[in-house]
């Protein structure tokens, strides 16, 4: 593929050389001749320029490019690259850099953005998955399919624990993508059950905020003090 990186700092030219690595054609764009140290991604092509001009972004090949990655350490910026590669150069696929989360209202797809990444929310999130269990902790989410990615670890009370994965009855248009066990992503077989300690990556609409209380139901063990599961979702609300 043809990606094209708006910030060549730290984070583009890290993402720029894992996705060398993985065989994709590397375009790196930034207006401060400062980070464009060229010898550290040798293998990518260069442009010094404003990725925020339509001229700039036509010179650095966007028009050709499978996917559009708005790095900056701007949010207005990240916005306003996300929006011409989207609208003026129809990229597929278009994922911005969002440095701060109360912005996170704005990275949807009326700004061209497909994918929004927070490394304050990342951080967030691996956080409370690795204190939390049995409940859900948001991952990230798809802002042009208004889903979310959720995370829940399996606590070993879990009443889950033990049934077959193909046998439980999640909300309605949730979807269970993966079980990580042992480190390991687990294809499930009709006769696999789970185990405590798996942890669940789920699908959850975005519209639909009954979803994971009701998530949080089917995995907690009832303690029978009346609600209290639920308020555990509003944590990953935050995330």
């Not at 764009?29 to 339509?54: G, M, Q, T």
Request: some cysteine; glycine content about 6%.
């Amino acid at each position: 593929m043809k990606i094209v990186i708006a910030g060549a700092g730290t984070l583009g030219r890290s993402v720029a050389l894992e996705l060398l690595d993985h065989g994709h054609d590397l375009t790196l764009i930034d207006h401060n001749p400062e980070k464009l140290k060229v010898a550290s991604v040798a293998d990518a092509d260069w442009v010094l320029a404003d990725a925020c001009s339509p001229d700039a972004l036509r010179d650095a090949g966007v028009a050709d490019a499978d996917v559009m990655i708005a790095a900056t350490g701007d949010d207005k910026a990240n916005l306003v690259v996300s929006l011409l590669a989207k609208t003026e150069f129809a990229v597929p696929r278009v994922v911005a850099r969002m440095n701060h989360p109360k912005n996170e209202w704005l990275f949807n797809e009326s700004w061209g953005v497909d994918v929004s990444v927070s490394t304050p929310r990342i951080m967030t999130a691996l956080v409370e998955e690795a204190v939390s269990t049995a409940m859900p902790v948001r991952l990230f989410s798809f802002s042009s399919a208004e889903v979310s990615m959720y995370s829940i670890v399996l606590p070993s009370e879990s009443p889950l624990v033990g049934q077959r994965i193909p046998a439980i009855t999640l909300p309605a248009r949730t979807v269970l993508t993966s079980v990580l066990r042992d480190d390991r992503p687990l294809t499930p077989t009709v006769d696999d059950a789970f185990e405590a300690g798996d942890q669940l990556l789920l699908l959850v609409p975005n519209s639909d905020g009954s979803a994971l209380k009701a998530l949080t139901d089917l995995v907690q063990i009832d303690t029978g003090d009346g609600g209290d599961a639920a308020d555990g979702s509003s944590a990953a609300d935050a995330v």
